[in-house]
């Protein structure tokens, strides 16, 4: 599975994850299951590997573990629009992208941005990946000022 597939696979179920709550840790494996024969690089005994699957469940869990302190820093970053307020689509693609800009140093901070926007592109409305775009370009400029004071100088 690439990572673009992996990531996309991760937002729907942080989306699935808003409608289902407490059973999600029984639903990723039925999930990854259903969405197997749509996945390009699938091993040849059609399966996801174990340690594919577990990465996913990690990252799934990280994410939601994260999700108080991701939601104030969206809060904080989108002028207007408290996350109660946002769309469960791009609610769910902006909590993978902060995750992403905020947590996880393997993912450069255009790379997130940018595949959120592709994902916002995808499955959002007319406006999504512009929203997005604009939430995540202030979270990253603002977690760019605490870890690099002299930049605002």
């Known amino acids: 599975m690439r990572r673009s597939e992996r990531r996309e696979t991760i937002f729907r179920l ?3 994850q808003q409608f289902r709550g ?3 840790p029984e639903q990723i494996s039925e999930y990854l299951e259903s969405v197997r024969g749509g996945l390009e690089e699938v091993p040849a005994d059609g ?3 174990a340690e594919e699957e577990e990465a996913i469940r990690e990252k799934v ?3 939601t573990a994260h999700i108080p302190g991701i939601d104030e820093r969206l809060n904080k970053a989108s002028k207007g629009w408290k996350t109660s307020r946002m769309g469960k689509v ?3 693609i902006l ?3 902060a995750y992403e800009l ?3 140093d393997d993912v450069p901070t255009g790379v997130a941005i940018n595949e959120a926007v592709e994902i916002a592109k995808k499955y959002g409305g007319d406006e999504s990946a512009s929203f997005v775009n604009g939430i995540l370009g202030q979270i990253a400029r603002q977690a760019d000022v605490k870890e690099n004071p002299e930049k605002t100088e």
């Open 61 to 63: 869990e990280d994410i």
């Open 14 to 16: 942080l989306f699935m």
């Open 22 to 24: 407490e059973e999600m």
């Open 47 to 49: 399966r996801v590997s």
């Open 102 to 104: 905020l947590f996880d």
């Open 90 to 92: 791009d609610l769910s």
């Open 95 to 97: 909590r993978l992208a």
